[in-house]
Structures are given as C-alpha cells and as structure tokens.
C-alpha cells in the first residue's frame, strides 16, 4: 500500500490558524515568539533565525522513535512563524481522509510519542527558496520513515505575500480565466521533462499508462518561472523523487498576474 502525507492546503491552513490566532502566536507553537512589528519591508527577504533540534522518545534506549526538525522562525513576522510551524506539523499524517488533530510541531510531539513504534523517525525541514519584491517562498518538507523498504517524502511551496499577510494560492497570482492556459503551459513543461527520463525513452506508451500527466496547484514563484512539485509517485516512479517541473515567466506574459511577473 503506498501512503501520501496529507498536506492541507496552505491557503485554508492559513485562514483557520490565523483566524483562531489573531495577531499574536499561540503558546503552543514550538517556535519561538516575536514582538508585533510593522509592515515587513518589501524588497528583501525577512529575517530568520534557525530552529534546529534532534530528539528520541523520552525514556527509550534502543531502536528509540525520533524527531528532527530544521526549521526557521521569523522575529519580525508572527504569522508566517506560526503558519510555518502549523504546516510542518500537518505534513506528518499519512491518512488522507484523516486530519491530524494536532495544530503545531509542539502538540505533534507528544501525539508521536505516544503512537510511534521503534526505529521510525519524522524530519521537519522549512528554507527560503525565493524572495520577488513582497513575495517570500518557502519550501516546507518532510520525510517519515515508518517501516518498509524506504520513507516518504512530502514537498509543499508556502508563497507568502508579507505585505497582505497572507497565503497566495495559485487562483490568486493567475489572470481570471487563465487557469486552462496555465495547464496547458505545465503540459508543455511536462513534455520536455519527459524528453530527460530515461524511464519514459524506454517505453513511451507504458510510461504514460502508468504515470499520465497531471496538473498541480503545489507552485513556487521562482527565479526562473514558476516551479511545480509533485508527490513521489505522482508523474514517476519512486526513483525519481518528487519531480520538479519550471514553466519559465516569459510562456506566462498574460497567463501570470503582471504583479507577479519579474521586472523586466
């Protein structure tokens, strides 16, 4: 049986913690607090400090379940602190018709500790990827090792508009109405990915019956385009990881919002 981490959606994450956390960060996320500033400045990335920590079950002394987070927090931005320690958290579910009930890394740990079995082990990872103008992205990631024959792994882009505080799902960066061209443009960034794969050379017709394209909304504002990941297993096999597809800017003059295109 292959499991897929449930990841949900950062534009809805966003809302329902923000809206229960107000202004100021909740005493139950596992990243530090910071003083309430004003508005981020909008030409250079925020600034972060490392969260870094390892740790086994309490108590055990062999083959011990473990944690290991490397995370950032933001001193100057409460929101995106606790967003980012909130999506880390909720990456860690393997059931996708099951929500976690735990809202940050701190409540995560006690909730694994109680149902973890020996030697599996949770990586929690967050790094700036980006920063355009207002616009911060962030590549959340986690790899869970709960027995069989390798782990799983689970990528999620965070583009947080600092300016309005907010999560900017990819209906919010695109022209209205453009979302079919948008598909189309990731089609054709598909196609030449595919071009590389040795795996689809060999034997292109079985290869799309077994790993047909398919769109994703999991973007990044990047350097060079706008970059598409995809869950390990859902374009290729697992040997090929999480596949990365780039649909560079200029294929997307009237697709993208101008705001989002880079400076010309």
Request: charged share 25%.
């Given at each position: 049986?292959?499991?897929?981490p449930?990841?949900?959606?950062?534009?809805?994450?966003?809302?329902?913690?923000?809206?229960?956390?107000?202004t100021?960060t909740?005493?139950s996320?596992?990243?530090?607090?910071?003083s309430?500033q004003?508005a981020?400045?909008t030409?250079?990335a925020?600034?972060s400090?490392p969260?870094?920590?390892?740790?086994?079950?309490?108590?055990c002394?062999?083959?011990?379940p473990?944690?290991?987070?490397d995370?950032?927090?933001f001193?100057q931005?409460?929101?995106l602190?606790?967003?980012?320690?909130?999506?880390?958290?909720?990456?860690?579910?393997?059931?996708?018709?099951?929500q976690?009930?735990?809202?940050?890394?701190?409540?995560?740990?006690?909730y694994?500790?109680?149902?973890?079995?020996p030697?599996?082990a949770?990586?929690?990872?967050?790094e700036?990827?980006?920063?355009?103008?207002p616009?911060?992205?962030?590549t959340?990631?986690?790899y869970?090792?709960t027995?069989?024959?390798h782990?799983?792994?689970?990528?999620?882009?965070l583009n947080?508009?600092?300016g309005?505080q907010r999560?900017?799902?990819?209906?919010?960066v695109?022209e209205?109405g453009?979302?079919?061209?948008?598909?189309?443009a990731?089609?054709r960034?598909?196609?030449r990915?595919?071009?590389?794969?040795?795996?689809y050379?060999?034997?292109p017709?079985?290869?799309?019956?077994?790993?047909?394209f398919?769109?994703?909304?999991n973007y990044?504002l990047?350097k060079?385009?706008?970059t598409i990941?995809y869950?390990?297993?859902a374009?290729a096999?697992?040997?090929?990881?999480?596949p990365?597809?780039?649909i560079?800017y200029?294929?997307?003059?009237?697709?993208l919002?101008?705001?989002y295109?880079?400076?010309?």
């Open positions: 049986m292959t499991y897929k449930v990841v949900l959606s950062l534009s809805l994450a966003s809302a329902l913690l923000l809206s229960a956390c107000g100021s909740p005493s996320i596992s990243l530090p607090s910071a309430a004003a981020a400045d030409g250079q925020p600034r400090e969260v870094r920590w390892k740790r086994d079950k309490p108590g002394k062999r083959e011990c473990r944690i290991e987070v995370s950032l927090a001193p931005d409460e929101k602190t606790a967003l980012v320690d909130h999506a880390l958290a909720t990456m860690t579910g393997l059931e996708s018709n099951v976690p009930t735990y809202l940050s890394i701190a409540e995560f740990e006690e694994y500790w109680r149902t973890a079995k030697r599996y949770v990586v929690l990872k967050a700036l990827k980006h920063q355009q103008g616009i911060t992205v962030l959340l990631s986690s869970q090792f027995g069989g024959a782990g799983i792994p689970a990528t999620q882009y947080w508009d600092r309005a999560v900017l799902g990819l209906a919010d695109l209205p453009r979302g079919p061209q948008f598909v189309q990731l089609a960034a598909h196609k990915w595919l071009e590389g794969n040795r795996d050379q060999d034997n017709t079985r290869y799309a019956e077994l790993w047909p398919s769109p994703s909304d990044a990047a060079d385009g706008v990941k869950d390990a297993y374009i096999p697992y040997s090929h990881g999480e990365e597809l780039t560079p200029d294929e997307l003059t009237g697709i919002k101008p705001a295109l880079p400076a010309r």
